[in-house]
């Protein structure tokens, strides 16, 4: 099955939500690899990240209809799966806490406008003008993490870099985002 880009979610939801039961599946299938991205991050026993993830599926079926297609998908996404995620590790008696020692990773686990606002660069284009800006290997670790959603190993083994390098990338690439204007402090 063809998968389509994230930027792309919304307007297939839409549809979906008028009955496309076409666009309904591509949508499914395009974003199950970020449901179980998003999952994973917070599930680390395999077994129950497959339930969260069925559990996550079962529930944007559910609630569907609440979707507003003016707004960016991938938030109303994240934030049913870290719902479902909770509530399948609170049922377990496991919450765990993650370390999360990257500054960078942590403004975006702790700003909730920053994926939204990254939606938005995608929606209007900008990621690609916004990239091409970066270094090569900086551009390509945030294409393989951020907009492919590979694992840090996935893109480690990929590139033939250790996963600490492809988290020192990540970090200069934001940095340097953030510098260029990005957001709202210019």
Not at 144 to 162: G, I, N, Y
């Amino acid at each position: 099955m063809a998968r389509v880009e994230p930027a792309l979610w919304g307007p297939l939801m839409a549809k979906a939500q008028d009955g496309d039961a076409q666009a309904y599946r591509l949508l499914l299938g395009s974003i199950m690899p970020a449901i179980q991205a998003l999952v994973r991050r917070r599930v680390f026993d395999e077994a129950l990240a497959e339930d969260v993830v069925q559990d996550t599926m079962m529930t944007l079926h559910r609630v569907r209809h609440t979707y507003d297609p003016a707004r960016p998908m991938m938030p109303w996404i994240a934030a049913i799966a870290a719902t479902r995620a909770v509530d399948a590790l609170r049922r377990q008696g496991r919450i765990q806490r993650r370390e999360i020692w990257d500054e960078t990773v942590l403004a975006l686990e702790l700003d909730p406008d920053a994926t939204r606002q990254m939606e938005e660069f995608a929606v209007r284009g900008d990621v690609s003008r916004l990239l091409a800006g970066l270094p090569a290997r900086q551009r390509q670790a945030v294409e393989m993490v951020k907009l492919k959603q590979m694992s840090l190993d996935h893109v480690a083994r990929e590139t033939s870099q250790s996963v600490p390098t492809i988290k020192a990338l990540l970090h200069r690439a934001f940095t340097r985002l953030r510098q260029g204007g990005v957001g709202d402090n210019g």
